[in-house]
């Protein structure tokens, strides 16, 4: 009878915990955004002080301030320039009650920073953030308690600040 007790004990503690226990993946995301300013500090993105009149940057603005881009393209009718910052990064771990064990860290790419212009004006920016991208287990936060398998997450994040440079073949070339 103590077992069955402290079992049941083990396991409404466990569930009233922001808990979560399984393998996940932890990757990089990428987010892409309208209206920008950029500071002083290299590779930056800031939220504009005016929303009411945002910043509008011209290429050599920005190649004033940060330095030659690492590469040029285009997107569509879009020209972009982009800035590399260091690599991307894949966790792979395991989550034991409230204790996430990282089994497997490795690197996956650059970190880019792109800058989308029409008619040499900044229209939008493109960055990447980490974020869990696929999880198999049991997850309970902000969310309702359940369980969860495979992919979480979707590779890009709001594509549609780009949609005045047409609309894109493939959105994970972004």
Same mark, same amino acid.
């Given at each position: 009878?103590? /077992? @069955?007790? #402290?079992? +049941? ?9 922001? $808990?979560? #226990? ?10 892409? *955004?309208? +209206? ?7 590779? &930056?993105?800031?939220?504009?002080? =005016? ?7 011209? !290429?050599? =603005? +920005? ?9 040029? *393209?285009?997107?569509?009718? $879009?020209?972009?320039?982009? #800035?590399? =910052? ?8 395991? &989550? ?6 990282? +089994? ?8 880019? !920073?792109?800058?989308? @212009?029409?008619?040499? !004006? ?8 980490? /974020?869990?991208?696929? @999880? @198999? ?7 309702? $308690? /359940? ?8 590779? &890009? ?5 780009? &949609?005045? $440079? ?6 994970? =070339?972004?």
């Amino acid at each position: 009878m103590k /077992r @069955f007790n #402290y079992i +049941i004990l083990l396991i409404l503690l466990v569930n009233t915990l922001n $808990c979560l #226990y399984g393998i996940g993946r932890i990757g990089p995301i990428k987010h892409v *955004g309208g +209206i920008f300013e950029i500071t002083n500090k290299k590779y &930056v993105f800031e939220y504009p002080t =005016d929303f009411r009149n945002p910043p509008s940057y011209s !290429k050599n =603005d +920005i190649i004033k301030k940060w330095g030659e881009p690492s590469n040029t *393209g285009t997107h569509n009718s $879009c020209h972009y320039i982009t #800035y590399r =910052d260091g690599f991307t990064w894949n966790i792979i771990g395991v &989550v034991i009650l409230i204790i996430p064990i990282p +089994i497997l860290i490795f690197p996956t790419g650059f970190d880019e !920073k792109k800058i989308y @212009f029409i008619e040499d !004006k900044s229209i939008a920016y493109s960055e990447n953030f980490h /974020r869990g991208s696929h @999880f @198999f287990g049991y997850f309970c936060g902000d969310r309702p $308690c /359940r369980f969860e398998f495979g992919k979480s997450n979707d590779p &890009v994040s709001n594509e549609t600040e780009l &949609v005045r $440079c047409g609309n894109p073949k493939n959105i994970n =070339d972004l």
